[in-house]
């Protein structure tokens, strides 16, 4: 399950509404509180059994992992998706943590180039919100948090993750003081430099590699924030 599935299971069991939760879930993220603490705690409040609402992190990297292997073109256009919003400035952009720990599991996925399905857009909307539940709630249990943002390795994270949690936090520091690491080579350039998260060599190699045919931007893909596209305003926003 993800966040949002145990906020929305904990708000039906306490008799409240999702927002009430996600409330008190911020809020108490924001003093420092960790996730699961704040979801433990909300549970004892209403005299519910906490570990009803536990998060499993190895689960929630099987279920990523599954997902980017069912398809190379769906992962292709899932990955162009969420490269698109972690650079947006939009109040409901892609975290960045998030976003690297996307990244992480990626590079483990073989390049098969296998196609066994054809996606619709409504299909690649729904894996792409998916995914960015997911990975949310990924980096918010394997990293520890504070009222001052991301700390280190959560004290509990498993063994077999603390090496992607360990990644997450320096590039996530790295970030912070504006370096960026290319997705496409590794260097790390400042973050000013990057043009579609790619460091100036890359991005000018891809570019004159690309046909003149694809130079013109698809709308139908120009995703700005979590559940909405550009194109149209009818999809659901985040529950604030």
Same mark, same amino acid.
Not at 197 to 225: F, K, Q, W
């Given at each position: ?6 906020? =929305? ?6 008799? %409240? ?9 911020? =809020? ?7 996730? !699961? $603490?704040?979801? &433990? ?28 292997? &069912? ?12 490269? =698109?919003? %972690? ?8 975290? %960045?943590?998030? /976003? /690297?720990? /996307?990244?992480?599991? +990626? ?9 066994? !399905? *054809? ?10 919100? $998916? @995914?960015?539940? +997911? ?12 009222? #001052?943002?991301? @700390? ?11 090496? @992607? ?10 970030? =912070? ?14 973050? $000013? &430099? ?12 891809? *570019?004159? &590699? ?10 139908? @893909?120009?995703?700005? #924030?979590? #559940? $909405?596209?550009?194109?149209?305003? *009818?999809?659901? #926003?985040?529950?604030?």
């Amino acid at each position: 399950m993800t966040a949002r599935d145990v906020l =929305q299971k904990l708000a039906d069991d306490a008799g %409240v509404s999702y927002r009430d939760v996600a409330k008190r879930i911020n =809020q108490a993220m924001a003093t420092g509180d960790g996730l !699961k $603490r704040a979801i &433990e705690n909300i549970a004892k409040e209403n005299a519910l059994v906490s570990s009803k609402y536990s998060l499993n992190s190895q689960a929630i990297v099987k279920a990523i992992d599954k997902i980017l292997r &069912e398809d190379y073109t769906q992962t292709l256009m899932i990955s162009a998706v969420l490269a =698109q919003m %972690v650079e947006s400035t939009e109040k409901d952009r892609f975290p %960045v943590p998030a /976003f /690297f720990a /996307f990244l992480e599991i +990626l590079s483990d996925v073989p390049d098969s180039r296998r196609d066994i !399905k *054809s996606e619709t857009s409504h299909e690649i909307e729904d894996l792409t919100t $998916r @995914m960015i539940e +997911l990975t949310t709630t990924l980096v918010s249990i394997v990293c520890e948090w504070s009222a #001052g943002g991301m @700390m280190g390795v959560a004290a509990d994270c498993p063994v077999e993750l603390r090496g @992607m949690a360990r990644s997450v936090f320096r590039k996530t520091r790295m970030f =912070q003081s504006g370096l960026w690491t290319c997705i496409s080579c590794g260097k790390i350039v400042e973050v $000013r &430099e990057t043009h579609a998260l790619l460091c100036p060599e890359c991005d000018r190699n891809i *570019s004159s &590699e690309r046909p003149p045919s694809s130079t013109a931007p698809s709308r139908a @893909m120009d995703r700005v #924030g979590y #559940g $909405r596209t550009e194109k149209t305003d *009818s999809a659901d #926003g985040p529950i604030q």
